[in-house]
């Protein structure tokens, strides 16, 4: 969790820095794929710099189609499991254990399904010609 907004430094420094050993170790001949979306942090020139020096390949992304990332749709699982919580948090280490606690609460079997769906998302994207579907 980060105590600030995420720059694109922050971003490469503190998540992209842990994604180049999990990538270089399950894709050792370099056909993994990170997927992101287009947020800036994720867009900008160090960021691109950085995953490429790194030979980091990236899921082009439609910038209209956020319904394509299962992380999105574990956010808004998290959220509302936060949001449903009997005692509302009334600060910001409330929120933190909040979520924390949500967080490992998400069945993995969720987690698992949202990746299974990623093909049939990807089908009803092409379908679209990179516009909104209904997932």
Same mark, same amino acid.
């Given at each position: 969790?980060?105590?600030?907004?995420?720059?694109?430094?922050?971003?490469?420094?503190?998540?992209?820095?842990? $994604?180049?050993?999990?990538?270089?170790?399950?894709?050792?001949?370099?056909? *993994?794929?990170?997927?992101?979306?287009g947020?800036?942090?994720?867009?900008?020139?160090v960021?691109?710099?950085?995953? =490429?020096?790194?030979?980091?390949? $990236?899921?082009e992304?439609?910038?209209?189609?956020?319904?394509?990332?299962?992380?999105?749709?574990?956010?808004?699982?998290?959220?509302?499991?936060?949001?449903?919580?009997?005692?509302?948090?009334?600060n910001?280490?409330?929120? %933190?254990? =909040?979520? @924390?606690?949500?967080?490992?609460?998400?069945?993995?079997?969720?987690? @698992?399904?949202? $990746? %299974?769906?990623?093909?049939? %998302?990807c089908? @009803?994207?092409?379908?679209?010609? *990179?516009?909104?579907?209904?997932?």
């Amino acid at each position: 969790m980060f105590d600030r907004n995420v720059n694109a430094q922050v971003y490469v420094n503190q998540v992209l820095a842990d $994604v180049v050993p999990f990538m270089q170790n399950n894709f050792p001949h370099g056909d *993994g794929t990170l997927q992101q979306d287009g947020a800036r942090p994720h867009t900008a020139r160090v960021t691109q710099q950085f995953l =490429a020096q790194h030979n980091i390949n $990236v899921l082009e992304w439609a910038g209209i189609s956020p319904d394509m990332s299962p992380l999105e749709h574990l956010w808004d699982e998290l959220k509302r499991r936060v949001y449903a919580r009997a005692q509302p948090t009334t600060n910001a280490n409330q929120l %933190r254990e =909040a979520v @924390s606690e949500e967080w490992e609460n998400i069945p993995q079997q969720l987690i @698992s399904n949202l $990746v %299974r769906s990623m093909r049939r %998302r990807c089908i @009803s994207l092409i379908n679209a010609n *990179g516009g909104y579907t209904h997932y």
